[in-house]
């Protein structure tokens, strides 16, 4: 098991910036993002397995939001940059320890372990 704790969520306007906080109680390399609105399906933002690097991000925020690492603190931040009302949602942080091939070619929402969510909001 592992337990994920996100920070960092908020309120901002559009164009403005976030950074999601997503801190590990273990170390475990295939990490993401996903987010949900409220009548949408769940959709994956950003991944990273961590060690090679490789990252995956949607097409929706390629760009715009980057995903990094702080392996001493098992911490796991996505940077998002220029939000568009459209980024309102709330963003969960999502762990799993698959294989990098599994890692990258899975969206975070179906990696096996969640975190309990953090509220982005963008008004224009």
């Known amino acids: 098991q592992v337990q994920l704790v996100e920070s960092g969520g908020g309120s901002v306007q559009a164009g403005g910036s976030l950074r999601l906080s997503c801190a590990a109680s273990?170390?475990?390399?295939?990490m993401g993002w996903f987010r949900q609105a409220p009548g949408k399906e769940r959709e994956g933002v950003a991944g990273?397995?961590?060690?090679?690097?490789?990252?995956y991000f949607a097409d929706s925020v390629k760009g715009r939001f980057t995903i990094s690492q702080d392996s001493a603190k098992k911490t796991v931040y996505l940077q998002m940059n220029s939000l568009k009302p459209e980024d309102t949602a709330m963003y969960y942080c999502?762990?799993?320890?698959?294989?990098?091939?599994?890692?990258?070619?899975?969206?975070?929402?179906?990696?096996?372990?969640w975190g309990q969510g953090t509220q982005v909001t963008v008004s224009s």
């Open positions: 273990r170390v475990i390399y295939c």
């Open positions: 999502a762990a799993d320890e698959g294989s990098p091939g599994y890692c990258y070619s899975h969206p975070p929402d179906e990696y096996n372990y």
């Open positions: 990273i397995y961590i060690g090679d690097g490789i990252k």
